[in-house]
């Protein structure tokens, strides 16, 4: 079987994504597993276990039968407590069974892509009962792998990737997440246009323009006379987009130009998944 060419872009920066994790932490000691990451409530072993437990739900695996503590203090919606479950469950793992779970993990993931013969388009029940196509479950998963990879290298000190191939799909997946942010929770007025400008390992220029309906869209245009320019480097906007950071927190790393009411209503948003 071959998968199809519209597929294997995916498949391959989910590849250099999920070997590079596996590279990153086949040569930690026991110590490092327990470090706390930027995603919130999770260290290092949790955010592992994370991919870990969704790959192997790709690959049809049983979820497991657990019983979460009572104690968890993030666990306030079903969706988190739907992720939680095959973290907690590793908990208590070693060094050693964490790396093998995700060596042998990543080899039975591997061959099902390499066998996939479906259809782009082909729907399928995704995490959490979602029902998308194929193509955009693959997606999803490029962009969870390498939001997890940058977690695990903030919190190993071990900086790289920001401009792989899963990179680029991660921009495009969080960009298209903006205009509701812009439009809708933010309530930028009809007419009205924002601009993020982001420099750094992945440059570009995006603009979410409102129109006269109050709906959002995102384009690669130049915008005479925004509403709000950001102006910021690629990591940041990542951490802020996925809820890594607060705004306050960084905000010495994010220039703004223009109505500052709207600016910190969008800011107030920004975090488009956690």
């Excluded at 479950?85 to 590793?90: A, G, L, Q, S």
């Excluded at 990179?167 to 903006?178: G, H, I, Q, T």
Aim: charged share 25%; proline share 7%; aromatic share 8%.
């Amino acid at each position: 079987m071959t998968v199809h060419n519209q597929l294997q872009p995916y498949i391959d920066a989910w590849t250099h994504s999920i070997e590079s994790v596996n590279d990153l932490v086949g040569p930690l000691p026991e110590g490092e597993w327990n470090r706390p990451t930027e995603c919130p409530y999770w260290s290092v072993r949790d955010v592992v276990s994370h991919i870990i437990g969704f790959e192997c739900e790709m690959l049809g695996d049983p979820r497991p039968i657990h019983s979460l503590p009572s104690d968890l203090r993030h666990i306030t919606s079903e969706f988190a407590r739907y992720t939680e479950v095959p973290v907690d469950t590793r908990r208590h793992h070693t060094a050693p069974e964490m790396t093998s779970e995700l060596e042998y993990t990543i080899i039975r993931r591997s061959r099902q892509l390499r066998n996939e013969a479906r259809d782009p388009q082909h729907r399928l029940r995704g995490p959490v009962g979602q029902e998308m196509t194929l193509e955009e479950l693959l997606w999803t998963r490029t962009f969870d792998v390498w939001v997890h990879e940058q977690d695990l290298r903030r919190a190993l000190n071990k900086p790289g990737n920001l401009d792989s191939p899963a990179a680029v799909y991660a921009r495009d997946y969080l960009l298209r997440l903006l205009p509701k942010v812009v439009a809708k929770d933010a309530g930028s007025k009809p007419g009205s246009a924002v601009v993020f400008d982001v420099h750094g390992p992945l440059e570009f220029m995006r603009t979410v323009r409102v129109d006269q309906e109050g709906r959002g869209t995102v384009d690669g245009s130049v915008s005479l006379g925004p509403a709000v320019t950001f102006t910021l480097d690629w990591e940041t906007f990542v951490r802020l987009t996925c809820g890594r950071v607060k705004p306050f927190a960084v905000a010495d790393r994010v220039k703004i130009e223009g109505d500052e009411a709207l600016a910190e209503a969008i800011l107030a948003h920004i975090a488009v998944t956690q």
